[in-house]
């Protein structure tokens, strides 16, 4: 079956670089997620879209913007990057209406 | 904002052992979801649960709405199992996104 799809699966970037990070949800899955996990620390919500609209905010910085396409896919776009950035940063896509999330591998971004 | 303690943060056992991880939440919430991450990082889901239990091969998952307590057991654990697994809750409608338990690292042991 398919899976959540993320890319780049690895991100080396310089500070006050920017990043995209993209995300193909399960098909037919409406609704897209995206978390950031420190090194050592527990995942921490940053964003969520519904049908290609803003549902839910987390503690997403200002530097940080996204967007869910038509296709479904959504992109996490991230500027002026900071060491503090270096994480995990999964995205995970459901069926608003089921509550499960499926989880993508990840993409480790490093900030150097 | 909802809290979610796990105990315990780090359990070691041999194989073969009856395993219980403990999840505890402060607010009412409308979905719980027990999730498995192996070293490399990759979320597994598990279950998702919002009342009573769930069996899916040698994982149980049971949760007591009034109690706001959730329960993970693994029977006859294998090193396999060994991973971090971390409890999660959904405290509202819609595409509200999860608070996460700082997750419990299982070592089975041959």
């Known amino acids: 079956a398919a899976g959540v799809i993320q890319s780049p699966r690895h991100l080396i970037k310089e500070k006050r670089e920017t990043a995209t990070l993209k995300c193909y949800p399960i098909p037919r899955h409406d609704t897209v997620y995206w978390y950031q996990q420190g090194p050592g620390q527990d995942p921490q919500f940053l964003i969520s879209?519904?049908?290609?609209?803003?549902?839910d905010k987390g503690s997403i910085p200002d530097r940080f913007s996204a967007q869910q396409f038509s296709d479904y896919h959504s992109e996490l776009n991230m500027s002026s990057l900071e060491l503090g950035d270096s994480a995990l940063y999964f995205c995970?896509?459901?069926?608003?209406?089921?509550?499960?999330?499926?989880f993508g591998p990840g993409t480790r971004l490093t900030v150097l | 904002k909802n809290e979610v303690e796990q105990s315990p943060q780090n359990l070691t056992a041999q194989e073969g052992e009856f395993i219980t991880i403990n999840c505890s939440y402060s607010v009412g919430i409308s979905a719980l979801h027990w999730l498995q991450q192996h070293p490399g990082g990759g979320i597994v889901s598990l279950f998702m649960?919002?009342?009573g239990k769930k069996k899916h091969g040698r994982l149980i998952a049971t949760i007591n709405i009034q109690e706001k307590h959730s329960s993970l057991h693994i029977t006859a654990s294998h090193p396999r199992d060994s991973a971090v697994y971390i409890c999660?809750?959904?405290?509202?409608?819609?595409?509200?996104?999860?608070?996460f338990g700082k997750g419990t690292h299982l070592i089975i042991q041959p």
């Open positions: 649960l919002s009342s």
């Open positions: 999660a809750v959904d405290s509202g409608g819609g595409a509200d996104g999860l608070t």
């Open positions: 995970a896509s459901s069926l608003l209406s089921a509550d499960t999330q499926y």
């Open positions: 879209f519904y049908e290609k609209m803003q549902s």
